[in-house]
């Protein structure tokens, strides 16, 4: 079994003015999250975030400490949640199964010892996607379908960003200590997501973009409002959005892509709006 993790450093927005391309997209792009048996993780200084991708296929693959959380195991100060983005597969906690099929989540709470992830069928596997933060209480694990979520309709075709959606794991659905999950989908013809654009300085952010075409790209930018950034992003990268800066994108289809916050407040509203006249 092969685990692979990275570790990325938090940075200043003055700093980031001075950041050329590639620079931007070491510092905040996780360009390699799902690779076939094998778990991917990066370990982010903001809010000591995880971003993860586990993709079982010839084998069961089991989640282990890594050298930064300095535990016995990955959950011993943690919790997890999961989004399957891929074919069926199954997440065993501590000897308990719980099988999760596309766009289905999974919470897990704190120490929980032993967490083992597999796919159904090795043609078309299980794509589990990640994020963890640390935890200061135990809750109980909790598998979300997607008749579970709460869903939100947002947005209009005539503004290009007609959108559906999903709380999965947020403290309306599941108890969680600071880990909050949900995915957008947006409608043919739509392209825009969170716009208007907002920060939330009490939380980050960590966008995963799925189901982009091949051929096709999304444009994400990130950035103070008055100063903004972009980069371009393919099917299956993450985005690290550090509290200071807006977060939204721009696809040449349309796509879905999963949203993943941590911080002090657990409310899903609490954001800052930027006027869309007012970017720069």
Known sequence: MT??????????????????????RDEFLISNVMEDDAINLVYSHYDRFITGGVVPVKNELKLKS???????YFLERRELGIINVGGKGTVSVNGIDYQL???????????????IFSSEDATKPAKFYLNSTPAHKTFPTK??????????????LETANARTIRKLIVNSVVETCQVQMGMTELKT??????M?????????????????????????????????????MANNQAVISPPWSIHSGSGTSNYIFIWGMAGENLDYGDMDHCNINELK
Request: aromatic share 12%.
């Open 143 to 156: 598998k979300i379908s997607r008749e579970d979520a709460e869903v939100v309709e947002l947005g209009a």
């Open 3 to 24: 685990t692979h993790y990275q570790t990325r450093y938090a940075a200043s927005p003055q700093d980031v003015k001075n950041y050329d391309t590639n620079r931007l």
């Open 189 to 194: 013809g739509s392209v825009w997501n969170t």
């Open 101 to 115: 099929d596309y766009k289905e989540a999974l919470y897990i709470g704190r120490e929980n010892r032993d967490v």
């Open 66 to 72: 890594i050298d930064p959380l300095k535990a016995n």
């Open 196 to 232: 208007p654009a907002h920060v939330h300085d009490r939380r980050m952010e960590v966008y995963f973009y799925f189901e982009v075409p091949e051929d096709q790209a999304v444009c994400h930018f990130m950035g103070e409002p008055e100063e903004t950034r972009h980069i371009w």
